[in-house]
């Protein structure tokens, strides 16, 4: 009996694809529970037509990060920051990536709102010096902003 799944079944296949499975498991276990359905001609029209407007929706997120990414590009951030004695002292404190997405947006002239989550810093930057802080606006799309951390001579 061929079925269309509904999710990921491991062993099984993808969502959207096409499986032929014995009809007692489709009848007794994935119909009931709602894993898959029949693949009579409607529900494989449906199922190419939901494909579609996945595919045009990915495309449409694509380009859109790609148009925040040309935004935040060329940014350059500057902390200032207290720290020990020395060039490489450590920071009394941290910058995170929440630091870094509040002053973006504060003062990154972005018509969007970024998200701290966004920020791929594995930990918070402790020590004076430049990094390059990569910022993940979508999975094709990677953009790094310069953040420069500065000694305050308060």
């Known amino acids: 009996m061929k079925v269309i799944l509904k999710a990921d079944m491991e062993n099984l296949g993808d969502a959207g694809q096409v499986v032929d499975v ?5 009848r007794n276990y994935l119909l009931p529970q709602g894993f898959a359905y029949e693949a009579s001609a409607s529900n494989l029209a449906r199922i190419e037509e939901e494909q579609k407007k996945a595919e045009e929706l990915a495309k449409r997120d694509y380009l859109e990060a790609r148009r925040r990414a040309s935004q935040i590009d060329t940014t350059k951030l500057t902390f200032r920051a207290l720290a020990g004695e020395g060039d490489d002292a450590k920071l009394f404190g941290s910058v995170t990536n929440a630091d870094i997405a509040d002053r973006l947006n504060a003062e990154g002239g972005l018509d969007f709102e970024l998200d701290k989550r966004w920020i791929q810093l594995d930990e918070p930057l402790k020590s004076l010096g430049a990094f390059q802080v990569p910022i993940k606006l979508h999975t094709d799309v990677v ?3 310069a953040v420069e951390i500065e000694r305050d001579e308060a």
């Open 143 to 145: 953009v790094e902003v």
């Open 22 to 26: 014995k009809p007692g498991y489709a």
